[in-house]
């Protein structure tokens, strides 16, 4: 389907003069073009106006590619709409227009220059009328395209690739986000692969190894990342360890089942992220058949350069599309110790490190913008539908058992026993302005103030509590936070109030 021509005078070129300048290499310094004449087939024509109209590529550069003009496109493509109206499906018709005419109606409702009722009232027809020319143009357009595809042999070969190594529902998969007929497009079996070494400025790679096999998963993701142009696009996949517990017959048996999976979260989850026995583990598994967490091959990819586009599980399987957007961070040390250091704004909008006891799957931290922009935030404030917390996280949570390394931070001078949350930048900004200046008047607190006047934990809950204290404490700053931490030992002993 078209969606946009790259070209603004588009349709004036279409109707004007081509100038039928089909030539290859070697480049003419006069216009841009080679000189060497070449026949282009009839076949050759119709892949060409294919892609420079499926957006592959932009026209200009397809035109440059193929050693073509900009005129001769238009011509041929002028052509493929005839002969397209030859081979349309027959109907009634609910006028007398030529096929190629109501052909140059559908491009150009479907090019986004004017809207498709403008153009309705321009050309006298109905919607219907439209939509139905819509149907002819691409049944002939989406046959070629297949055509096209199927007699090319890349495609032949990579569509086996993925086929043979997943399944169909795979290809079809890879299909909605890359052209795997694209002499740019690269599908690789192995992380190890000679023909990822050997390549550069690719538009997309298909990666078919779980990275739960992948001895140095960062490094390999940010290889791909060198390779792939900017905007390119990776598909790759991983096995979640709660995918992995469903799919073992042992998770069916009681007791048993809850003490090898234990076990083994003791042995392939930890054991690999302690400095004194990574080295072993990694030497006898090989970095093979590692546990991963949803949050975790995410964060990974986000941290290594990439935009999450998508996610699907297909046979158990968590398959990812990511689309290349920066360098990646090359994080020598990220966290994955029981204790956290969490960037958090501090008085003044001075950053300072928060220790917490982790709650949150290692490389979390980088899906904080993703979760919040994909679902938003939470009644309590908190990023809604948030897969990074396991369920011993939220225990940990919710009796702040989670909060007792932030005791240092109260030592250090950068928190206090009770005051407004020290919050992240993306939150930050989420916040009302006048709210913004007040907390950055004052340092922030362990113990918040919505516990201490036992509200409840939704956001405009905590908002106004945050006010009412910031507002107190200007006018009493000496007896404020004595009187708030007072109430909140009591609301948490006696009244049980628990975290948000």
Do not use: H
């Given at each position: 389907m078209i969606t946009k021509l790259q070209k603004p005078t588009f349709f004036d070129d279409l109707k004007g003069p081509s100038y039928r300048s089909n030539f290859l290499s070697p480049i003419n310094r006069s216009?841009?073009?080679?000189?060497?004449?070449?026949?282009?087939?009839?076949?050759?024509?119709?892949?060409?106006?294919?892609?420079?109209?499926?957006?592959?590529?932009?026209?200009?550069k397809l035109c440059q590619k193929e050693g073509i003009s900009i005129g001769t496109f238009n011509k041929w493509t002028k052509e493929f709409l005839s002969a397209s109206a030859l081979n349309a499906k027959e109907g009634v018709e609910t006028d007398k227009r030529a096929a190629d005419e109501k052909f140059r109606v559908v491009i150009e409702g479907k090019s986004g220059t004017t809207s498709i009722a403008e153009i309705c009232r321009r050309e006298n027809i109905t919607q219907e009328i439209f939509l139905s020319w819509c149907e002819d143009f691409l049944l002939v357009r989406n046959r070629n395209s297949i055509i096209h595809k199927l007699n090319n042999p890349l495609y032949q070969k990579n569509r086996e690739l993925i086929s043979n190594f997943s399944s169909l529902a795979v290809v079809k998969y890879c299909e909605n986000y890359v052209n795997i007929s694209s002499a740019k497009s690269l599908v690789v079996l192995k992380s190890n692969s000679r023909r990822l070494e050997d390549v550069q400025d690719l538009n997309n790679v298909v990666s078919l190894q779980k990275i739960n096999d992948v001895r140095f998963v960062n490094k390999y993701l940010e290889k791909v990342n060198g390779k792939l142009e900017n905007g390119g696009i990776m598909v790759g996949c991983f096995e979640t360890f709660t995918a992995r517990r469903q799919r073992m017959s042992i998770n069916k048996i009681p007791v048993l089942g809850s003490i090898y999976f234990a076990a083994e979260f003791l042995i392939k989850r930890i054991l690999p992220k302690v400095s004194f026995t990574k080295k072993y583990y990694f030497d006898i598994t090989k970095g093979n058949d590692r546990l991963l967490s949803k949050a975790e091959g995410l964060g990974r990819l986000v941290s290594c350069g990439f935009s999450i586009m998508d996610y699907k599980t297909i046979d158990g399987i968590l398959y990812f599309v990511v689309k290349k957007v920066r360098e990646p961070y090359f994080d020598e040390s990220p966290s994955y110790g029981p204790v956290y250091k969490m960037p958090r704004l501090g008085k003044n909008g001075k950053m300072i490190g928060v220790y917490k006891f982790r709650t949150m799957h290692p490389y979390s931290e980088y899906l904080q913008d993703y979760i919040v922009n994909a679902y938003g935030y939470a009644e309590t404030g908190k990023p809604a539908n948030d897969f990074r917390i396991p369920k011993w996280g939220k225990f940990m949570r919710r009796l702040w058992l989670d909060e007792i390394p932030q005791l240092f931070n109260v030592l250090k001078g950068e928190l206090k026993l009770v005051g407004v949350r020290p919050v992240s930048e993306r939150y930050f900004q989420d916040i009302p302005k006048e709210m913004q200046k007040l907390r950055l008047t004052q340092v922030p607190g362990c113990v918040p103030p919505y516990v201490a006047l036992n509200r409840e934990g939704n956001v405009m809950s905590v908002l106004q509590s945050e006010k009412e204290y910031l507002e107190e404490k200007i006018r009493n700053p000496y007896t404020t936070d004595m009187r708030y931490f007072l109430n909140a030992i009591f609301n948490i002993v006696f009244k049980h109030k628990r975290s948000a």
């Open positions: 216009n841009g073009f080679p000189q060497t004449k070449k026949i282009f087939t009839k076949d050759e024509k119709v892949r060409i106006v294919i892609d420079g109209q499926s957006n592959v590529i932009p026209i200009e």
